[in-house]
């Protein structure tokens, strides 16, 4: 069955240093592969997306993530950390050679310390 | 000129109440979700409509029953509420069925209907 792991409950990292958020999932076929951001009470907003071509994807707000086939990982990075970045983080995969249904990690918070 | 809207934002209510959640987009988008997200932040699709006809229905206690009189609304209705039904409620809504193939398409989610069941 297709699902979605996002291993870290939680990550601190320091302003001005790189982070990096988990994601790794399990598809039939190949995965269409998204990230949202949700801020304290507010609804998910769409960072970026991965479907086919370049395996480094760049979204919003300077976030970036890599698709590697090979390890089943969607990571989320930026190379600089703003305390801004604090929010909720949930990975998404749509699998295509199944269901084609949307499914979402359990989130991962981030926390960026001044 | 919100993209997707729900109301109320805040629902607090009693056991064995019925309740109803609105949802409208103005995206021209012809796909809407309803999504709960508990108290754990752990997100679960309940419902999907393509142009007003039901496409996905996860295993939902049949108390809730979603409504889409136009594909820009997606509203949700509870019977006899539980207290198990405290969460946040999320709408969303896309451009392609969830089933197309070819879809590629992106969600964007309403801001969310906190219910709190006493």
């Known amino acids: 069955a297709q699902s979605v792991a996002q291993p870290e409950d939680q990550v601190n990292v320091a302003e001005g240093n790189p982070l990096t958020v988990k994601c790794t999932y399990s598809?039939?076929?190949?995965?269409?592969l998204f990230w949202y951001v949700q801020y304290p009470n507010r609804g998910l907003q769409f960072l970026l997306k991965?479907?086919?071509?370049?395996?480094l994807v760049k979204g919003s707000y300077g976030f970036e993530a890599e698709f590697n086939k090979s390890q089943t990982s969607f990571h989320l990075k930026k190379p600089s950390a703003l305390v801004s970045d604090s929010a909720l983080y949930f990975c998404?995969?749509?699998?295509?050679?199944?269901?084609?249904?949307?499914?979402f990690g359990t989130g991962t918070r981030l926390k960026v310390l001044a | 000129d919100t993209a997707v809207s729900q109301t109320p934002k805040y629902l607090v209510t009693q056991m064995g109440n019925d309740k109803s959640i609105k949802c409208e987009q103005n995206?021209?988008?012809?796909?809407m979700y309803w999504y709960k997200q508990d108290s754990k932040k752990f997100l679960k699709i309940m419902f999907s409509?393509?142009?007003?006809?039901?496409?996905i229905n996860e295993t939902v206690p049949n108390r809730f029953s979603p409504k889409s009189p136009d594909k820009a609304h997606l509203n949700l209705h509870i019977n006899s509420l539980e207290l198990g039904d405290s969460a946040v409620y999320f709408c969303?809504?896309?451009?392609?069925?969830?089933?197309?193939?070819?879809?590629?398409?992106?969600?964007?989610f309403g801001p969310g209907t906190r219910l709190t069941v006493l």
């Open positions: 969303a809504s896309s451009h392609l069925t969830p089933l197309a193939t070819s879809s590629t398409d992106t969600q964007y």
């Open positions: 409509y393509n142009n007003k006809e039901l496409i």
């Open positions: 598809v039939s076929g190949n995965p269409y």
């Open positions: 995206l021209g988008h012809d796909t």
């Open positions: 998404a995969v749509r699998d295509m050679g199944g269901t084609y249904k949307y499914i």
């Open positions: 991965y479907i086919t071509g370049d395996n």
